[in-house]
């Protein structure tokens, strides 16, 4: 009985906590890649600028990583069970990325157009299978262009 | 034309599906499905309990009740009550059981029909009684539940329960140790219509051994009004319900024309802790 009483407060905790950040950290997404939306990410792996007009080129990089909250961890056990879409991990990964993608564009700074932009996923904690700590990283890389007027 | 950098307004790589929802009929489904295996089960236990043989049965229950049988050292009491079971069974309640009488310390109010003829009866229910014909009906009763094999149901329930949770919730978990808590204390529950014909039984019992039905009713009418029905068992399944039996008895007895007369008292040997009325 205090085995349920248990997994149900922490299955209630999960999804509160877990949605607030959700909505928090969708929020400031939101409001940042507005902020940066003149900074062009690039996957292309060069643009046709003239070389001496380009005064710097270096590598910018951004990582997020993301836990995931105890309710969304037991719906993806569920989901486990019957297959099919663990719609509850792709808000994950779709926050670790973009968050990935905004710190790279606060690194290039006032960079004309970030070039060659990759994006990597990783699972953080995942030694033992008992003591899955459960979080994702996902880091985006490229090259950052400062073009002289 | 000029480019504008915009976003894109939807999010194609999150789907709309409120988790909840996705919660709601993942497991509501798994439980469904769940419940449903336990009904079926509970249906094929149904279906094969009076198939089984008695021989099959006390293999099984080897199992169950063999520490029981072990640590029983057979004092006076047991041996009495095992005469008086003897004296039932003998020319009124035949059943193909060789029934076992075991007494277990305990405050509970209650008896059981374990499998393989294994009768447990607790002290609290003998310090309760107070005539022989009294302590005849309440074994009657245990016996009724083997004539009709009412206890290897319940068991067999209980154990289909067990094996399903184990399967989703794996060996540890509060249902198991909730069921085994039952098996152990023998707080096998049964269905409202299993006690109705165990006390039938029960009835046509005390009739045929004594040729009178007194003191049929009298232990129902002890449960304290704002007693702890816990501790009574499936005897005492609430009040309502301990009345309709008492009604259901005593119509049963006018219907059939069983007289009622004086009481036997108890056997001395039971009498040890007895609390004189």
Redesign the interface.
Known sequence: MIDLIIFLSLLALGYGAGNWAEKRHYRSIAERENATINLPTVTLKSVNIPEHKIRSARLVYGSAVISVDYFKRILASLRNVVGGKVKSYESLLDRARREALLRMKAMAGDATVIVNVRIETSAVGKQSRRKNIGCLEAMAYGTALTVEE | MKFT???PGI?V???P?H??K??AI??G??LAIAVGVYLALGLAVDLIVPRLSIDLEKKLAGALIGRLVETEEVDTTTRSLQALVGRLQDRCAKLPYNVTVHVTESDAVNAAALPGGHMVIFTGLLAEMTSENELAFVLAHELGHYANRDHLRSLGRSLVLMTASTLLLGAD??INS?IGHGMVLTELSFSRKQESRADEFALETLFCHYGQVAGATAFFKKIPEDGDPGRFGHYFASHPENRRRISHLKDLAQERGYPTGTLFPLPADLMVNTIPP
């Open positions: 950098a915009r976003q999010n790589n999150v789907s599906t988790p909840l996705e919660f993942l497991a489904g798994l978990n509060s909730m």
